[in-house]
């Protein structure tokens, strides 16, 4: 029994350390057909995208992919609803793992830009 409460434990620990991770936000503004962000790097860790419509004339978006795989995207970093114009939207928390990344807007659309994790 005491074997037991002991992996309950451990697990319960486990639980709220992961839950506890903290979450950074990296923003990101879009202009006429591009970000001004041209390159990012960033730390291992849990992010959510802010991305903010700068008088861009129509909705914008947010695309996120590995760089050895641009058709990936990875969904968690879309964000909740397409940016209307001079406003910002966000992304749900995505966790990033070390290596290249490729940002774009295919709405306004810009041309693909680097963010890395190391």
């Known amino acids: 029994m005491k074997k ?4 309950v434990a451990i697990v319960l620990g486990l639980a709220f350390t992961t839950n506890a991770q903290e979450v950074k936000t990296v923003s ?3 202009t006429k057909g591009e ?3 041209k390159q ?3 730390s291992e860790g849990t992010y959510v995208f ?3 419509n700068n008088n861009v004339g129509h909705n ?3 695309v996120l992919a590995p760089k050895s795989n641009t058709e990936a995207h990875i969904k968690n970093a879309y964000v909740k609803e397409k940016v209307q114009n001079n406003t910002k939207q966000t ?5 990033l793992k070390k290596g290249e990344y490729v940002y774009f807007c295919p709405l306004n659309p810009t041309p693909e830009y680097t963010l890395i994790v190391q």
């Open 35 to 37: 970000f001004t962000q």
């Open 4 to 7: 037991l409460i002991a992996v």
């Open 28 to 30: 990101l503004e879009q």
């Open 91 to 95: 992304s749900k928390k995505v966790t």
């Open 50 to 52: 802010e991305i903010a």
């Open 40 to 42: 990012i790097t960033v």
């Open 60 to 62: 914008v978006g947010f």
